[in-house]
């Protein structure tokens, strides 16, 4: 997984669209919201560079974890040998680091199997328990 689509899989995750990110997050030199969005949109193409400040700034709108997004960034700048493998949910980008919290129960999610949380098999089997 690239650091920009862990992001946008965290947004989604969120239930945020890129106009509320880019309406929650301070950048500096400061931006208009369409430069703003289209700055979002290129983070989460892999285009745009991720800062430590960017990181920042997208943790405080919606949850990620910054170990992940940093392990994320030197995964793709060193190669897989360099890096230890963060386990990300390929559905909602959840990890240990950040899990899914019931609603209900304010309980963490697991893994249901190598990259996927419960609360992702959870959406495909509603009547499960
Ligand atoms: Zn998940
Ligand atoms: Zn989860």
């Known amino acids: 997984m690239t650091p920009g689509t862990y992001l946008a899989k965290r947004r989604h995750a969120a239930g945020l669209s890129i106009d509320d990110v880019a309406a929650l997050v301070s950048t500096s030199p400061r931006l208009g ?10 983070i989460e193409k892999d285009v745009a560079a991720i800062s430590p400040d960017v990181a920042a700034a997208l943790a405080d709108a919606f949850p990620i974890s ?6 994320l960034i ?13 386990r990300i949910c390929l559905d909602c980008g959840c990890t240990e ?8 129960t304010g309980t963490a999610c697991a893994w249901a199997s190598e990259d996927l949380c ?3 098999t959870g959406k495909d089997l509603p009547d499960a328990a």
């Open 66 to 71: 910054r170990r992940v997004l940093q392990q």
């Open 97 to 104: 680091f950040d899990a899914c919290l019931d609603p209900l």
């Open 33 to 42: 919201e369409i430069d703003r969005r289209a700055w979002i949109d290129r």
């Open 118 to 120: 419960t609360s992702c």
């Open 74 to 86: 030197d995964l793709r700048s060193y190669g897989s040998g360099a890096v230890e493998l963060p």
